[in-house]
């Protein structure tokens, strides 16, 4: 089980290498997978510029898949060979914050993000499972790996962001930005219940892409107030809610401002490169009085998560692959980061297979 | 605003008849729509078995459309003409029952359901309208009578059950009968989130409508034991949540024992025809402490319902019309009704036409 | 049933009269109260300072209880003088919002508050009662016109506070000021099941009430940090709600700050006195990703609720009298509206008497 | 580390015995806790009597308190001689039951209920706590082992019964029985808002600890039929919500039929010794469309859980050692269980000490 493998790290806040490091070796809940296939995430983008205080050489990734290479001494269950797929949140689920149900921040704020953040990352040819019991997700044969890979974060942030937004069936829901997390809020208010969707979203390859995966009307924010526009179309009234996921303050507010009187906004959106508090409009909060609620959140981990999602590529309801616009190998995962970091060549998400 | 009606009347239990009545005048808080469309309902075939205590003389019917032919003096925002649906239900929505949410239960057990119950039901050329305010639901332009009639009743009390059901993102759902009540408990399971959807029907036009509208498998239970069908589906292990949407003892045990432990089972079956109580077996209860939930409901009313429902049907997800197997005027309500009652020549559902 | 009454009313911003006034008349959904006890509320300071844009000569008052006076047409199940209360919201019921749940949100943002701001309100001899079925709570034989004012507004305004801050049974809970909403907000949290709870107050005799009314500690902001003292109480590991009834920005932010990841805010506290939006600092709100919810609300209206209250009182769970701190006929009404509107003489609740 | 220990098991269906067994090692992820205080519990009687399919030699009990003696090898954050209590229910805290926030149910029905009916209980001088992390949950110096130890099951089980309940600030409960387990569901009602709790008991001292722990009416089930009184005390109209803490088909029966359309029936009884199902009578069940829910439940486990009862307990909201009628050392054990078993001399629990 000893030997060196390849892996993608951060040497220092600005700059990435593709190093040699050993393959990992499990401890006795964990497990050690070998890489098939990863995508890349704007948060690696992120993590690179500095926006987590993260160790130098930490490996990046955290949306993998591949197969079992070894497993620790007390995981049960599971067989080597066997191919899996692990989420980016690996919860401990046994610490007061998850038995809390907030298995995203395991011990602490945001501490169920472990990959680059606490443990090297899984952009690599090996990664370890901590915890594997609970986060060795199998992948069902019918499920290729990349599917597999779009449930480690992208699928299950999207969906989060609308289950935050407490949709009840037939409601309004407004997404703000139709990025990768974007377009797959877009897909779970879809499929859980909104009557109407309004995608806000500039570029035409992602406003057809809302499309497809639910939308009902694209607001174009360069082509006025979205405020406004989503005022227009819901004649006046706003909608139920709201779901950010672009990370700047003047969205935020923007879903303060469409939702109705006991509307819900959800935040997803990263503001870790806000230099300024997030400000809430007084007279879009009713002065602290007129029902509505904000609530934010983290990726949803854990195999069940996995399992749920799964079960809606198996049945067709959900397809998120229109989003891998690029396709490299590991040997190119520096070309592959640079694109994501340059949003050049209207990528949405690269995929890396090794 | 005088002068005479047909009206279909129950004079007697077991007997109907097309009678004369006089066109209803509504009170202040009330409204008066002349009917365009009709769905006929199981419900009215059980009322004039005689499964509620309804007056001789009372008209059938409680999922109608049509346009405002009279408003109250207390009724602001319609205008006469304006084309409306109004649910089966009709809630005043200022009871106890109401505030508490449970609108359905207004004033008392199943008190939301008015029609024929209480007072005269709309299958009739003109029928009141109970707290018009919050009961008259404008249909939109885009939407055809028969759409709109299908919100009355079969999608709100359909989706109901899935709402009951708890579903969450990806859920196993099983949904007992296909009928019309129960094809919309599909379609209800496929909108809330359901992952994999198991429809238990043993009619070859019905297992169709069920897979086109969000069921991934069938289960024909002449051809074997539902439950052992479905726990082979689940791989040994159960559904997450069942629907009983066909209303005898046998069914309300196999949700029972189909569900995991913690899971939920939602009623919205009519066991009115049971002459004995329902069981629930010891073992399929975990003796009283597997974390199961049983949940029953009657449908949701109310304008706002109806207008979430409209959404759905407005933006293409959800289109009941290919449950309409039958189409009358209502010069032949009553042989629409006889087919209704005999279950005959694959009906589902008869639109009636005024 | 004509004639005329005295009534408190703001003649412009910054002015207030006794005046006379007709005897109000009820429309056929509403009735006529007449009004025996009146607690005055710092919202009716608020209106006074131009808070709200109100007609001049608008009455003052939302807090009051009577005897029925005289009763709409279509009014059923009240006789005149029955002892009665009425809440400080008085919804339709009907309309999209209060079908909704957000009755206190009738019609439009902060719509239910209808006293003063879109009727006259109620710190007068009679006052009108909309949607009397829904809103006119008789009070049980065995309380005090005096405790049933409390439920008007405090009580039902302080445990929806609670009751937003969604506390599990035995969470830990701060409270952000013991005016007479915090005060309430306290006995809520001590009423839905929370193990601890934090009150933050500087006044002794606010202090002692916190106490008895269910706080186990007590935070004087004077005297430090209040978001370090709350950390050090908890161990480093903060609350998992904290409750907002001053209506201070820097008390929005510590309730922020106070949470644990995961936690909820509940804002009850009037933020109209602000220049500025409010401000959600990006750590405490871990980057818009550490799972913390805020929740605003207006006072939870109708007669359902208010039973609800009076039960709390009538099995002495509840006696918010230690509250009321100065008593005046309403003779004296402008004597109680200057000491509440200066906050002199510890006041914390005027009762006035008709 | 090694030595022997005594233990009271059950020998066969029937059949206790004290008797020699090696003190338990711990597993990597397990600590071993000695024994210093510990309750009987009448499920130790079902069990003995053959209620659960149990290994002959099974060590009863599962209410237990002590200090660590051995950590397993993975455990961190706890020291040995440390003061401890463990819930009845150890879940794993990783499958998908648990994931699902059914640890109650961790791997299948009942499955987190493990002393006795998958590893040795803890009526013995040493037991093992499995995933330890999650289960050991400190004791506060201020609190004493005979207050920990009715966290274990009592306390956490009774207000489970009043969680499922799903109680409302002021509902009506009902509570049927007030053994030890309903005597703390009666003290979670109160503690969750419940406005009025009508307890359902026939011994005078049960009555009278009903009162002591929040109810307001005491219905004497030996005065007459409980569902009359309860009908009369609430004016005809029922409860919101009934907890069924007897176990009986009787019991059963009447919570639907006491609660109003919408109500909550919360099952916290043991329905082992029924020879039949359950039944549920139609007309109470409004045909299967009156709203109501039924729901079940098994203790809820996890050191979260207990450290929110301990600060219940610490903050003197909770006192529940007035149950304790008895008191024994270990080494009257057998005395003690005959006492559990016979339901003699007034006996609500039996403090064992080690």
């Known amino acids: 089980m000893s030997g060196t493998m390849r892996a993608f790290v951060m040497t220092e806040v600005g700059r990435t290498a593709v190093v040699e490091k050993p393959i990992p070796v499990p401890g006795p809940e964990e497990a050690v997978v070998r890489t098939t296939a990863a995508l890349i995430c704007t948060s690696d983008v992120h993590t690179v510029k500095g926006a987590l205080p993260v160790a130098d050489g930490a490996t990046l990734g955290h949306e993998a898949v591949g197969v079992v290479h070894a497993l620790g001494s007390a995981v049960e269950g599971f067989t080597e060979g066997q191919r899996v797929a692990v989420n980016a949140v690996t919860p401990c689920f046994r610490c007061d914050y998850c038995q809390r149900g907030d298995t995203s921040q395991c011990g602490g704020p945001l501490g169920g993000y472990r990959y680059t953040a606490q443990i090297d990352g899984n952009m690599a040819e090996y990664f370890i499972v901590p915890a594997a019991k609970g986060n060795l997700a199998p992948i069902p044969d019918e499920l290729s790996d990349e599917k597999a890979a779009y449930a480690c974060d992208m699928l299950s942030t999207g969906i989060m962001g609308a289950e935050n937004a407490a949709i009840e069936i037939g409601d309004t829901v407004a997404v703000f930005a139709q990025g990768p997390v974007g377009l797959c809020a877009t897909i ?3 499929r859980l219940g909104a009557g109407r969707i309004i995608a806000v979203e500039s570029r035409p390859e992602r406003q057809a892409l809302a499309k497809q995966f639910g939308a009902d009307d694209i607001v174009d924010f360069t082509a ?3 405020v406004e526009q989503i005022m227009d179309i819901t004649g006046g009234v706003g909608v139920d809610a709201a779901i950010e996921a672009f990370g700047f303050p003047q969205t935020f507010e923007a879903c303060l401002r469409v ?7 959800s935040n997803i959106g990263y503001h870790g490169e806000n230099p300024n508090p997030l400000q809430i409009p007084l007279d879009a909060f009713g002065l602290g009085m007129n029902g509505k609620s904000i609530r934010t959140g983290l990726c949803t981990g854990g195999n069940l998560r996995m399992q749920r999602l799964f079960r809606l590529m ?3 309801r959900v397809d998120p692959t229109p989003m891998t616009t690029h396709r490299f190998g590991f040997d190119r995962i520096e070309e592959a980061f640079e ?5 050049s060549d209207n990528v949405i998400k690269p995929l890396v297979t090794f």
Do not use: E, N
């Open 188 to 190: 779970g208010a879809h």
């Open 339 to 343: 694109l994501m970091a340059s949003k």
């Open 224 to 226: 006025g107030d979205p």
């Open 314 to 316: 198996l049945s067709d």
């Open 259 to 265: 939702t109705k009187a006991g509307g819900r906004v």
